[in-house]
């Protein structure tokens, strides 16, 4: 799966990237490299489901599909 990202230079010198299709998805970092690693944890997190949500029975099954 690809997303795209924003990276731009915060006003502190901190670098700030959020990615546009994950509405309150941001984070930052001092480096570029950082910053990156950061939203990449961040979108992780953010698309993670609940596991609560995952629970299956006969009438309810749980999928997987790659994007």
Request: aromatic share 8%.
């Amino acid at each position: 799966m690809k997303i795209k990202v924003i990276l731009e230079k915060g006003e502190d010198g901190y670098f700030v990237t959020h990615c546009p299709s994950l509405k309150s998805c941001w984070s930052q970092g001092k480096t570029k490299e950082e910053a990156l690693d950061n939203i990449r944890e961040a979108i992780e997190l953010f698309i993670e489901p609940e596991p609560d949500d995952l629970v299956e029975n006969e009438d309810r099954k749980v999928y997987e599909i790659v994007l």
